[in-house]
């Protein structure tokens, strides 16, 4: 448990103490934990009419019409909750097993001797800065108003932290999907994989990063052609 603390002081000690013995079941599930605590309260505690309007109101091409049959068919927010807490259950797990692959091969495309059991290990404890951020909106969650959206709450994403785009901005999901914490995070799975393999710092941060560069770059492309 004392991995918990050290990630952020230490984390040199702690990736070395992973190399010989990797875990990740305790980080994975604290980032699950409060992700789903923290989407489960806010759609307990939002106003459900309100959001079922913002969301049925998106679409500016959307005629009048058009709205208010989304808004009879959309489903409560109680409902949402459920389907949001779901989701982002599997959405975690899917992601931390698709990177983890990807350190595997890199592992083995490098010459490294790297298990998958590693491959989870490095994605989970090189996470745990984007669990700041997740206990940091369960406190707005829980000192929220009513009408408030969910997006605004991720206080270390580009939005809302220096811009405020609207839903059907082009630009919208890359900058509310874009947390500043990502390059503290980036920084920790370099700084595991240089432990473990005594590289450079070049070989380390490329590898780190390259997830994310082809997560957001894909955002960025569909952004420039909408």
């Not at 068919?73 to 899917?94: D, E, H, N, R």
């Not at 350190?103 to 404890?125: D, E, N, P, V």
């Not at 369960?138 to 959206?149: D, F, K, R, S």
Request: glycine fraction near 8%; proline fraction near 5%; charged fraction near 10%.
């Amino acid at each position: 448990m004392s991995h918990l603390i050290d990630i952020y002081l230490q984390p040199g000690k702690v990736f070395a103490a992973l190399k010989d013995k990797p875990t990740f079941l305790v980080p994975l599930l604290l980032t699950i934990v409060i992700g789903v605590v923290m989407v489960g309260l806010y759609f307990a505690q939002v106003d459900g009419a309100w959001l079922v309007d913002r969301m049925a109101s998106a679409n500016p091409e959307a005629t009048a019409k058009e709205v208010e049959q989304m808004r009879k068919v959309m489903p409560s927010a109680q409902v949402m909750g459920y389907f949001g807490m779901a989701g982002l259950l599997v959405v975690t797990v899917l992601v931390t097993l698709v990177v983890a692959l990807y350190y595997w091969i890199a592992g083995k495309i490098a010459g490294h001797a790297l298990s998958f059991r590693h491959g989870l290990s490095l994605t989970a404890w090189s996470g745990m800065p984007m669990l700041l951020g997740s206990i940091v909106g369960l406190v707005g969650v829980i000192t929220m108003t009513p009408q408030t959206p969910l997006e605004s709450l991720q206080m270390f994403n580009i939005d809302p932290l220096f811009v405020e785009l609207p839903m059907d901005h082009a630009w919208s999901t890359f900058a509310k999907g874009f947390s500043l914490l990502m390059f503290w995070a980036i920084g920790l799975a370099a700084l595991g994989w240089r432990t473990w393999f005594r590289t450079g710092w070049v070989q380390a941060v490329f590898v780190a990063a390259l997830p994310y560069l082809v997560y957001f770059g894909a955002l960025a492309v569909v952004a420039l052609l909408k």
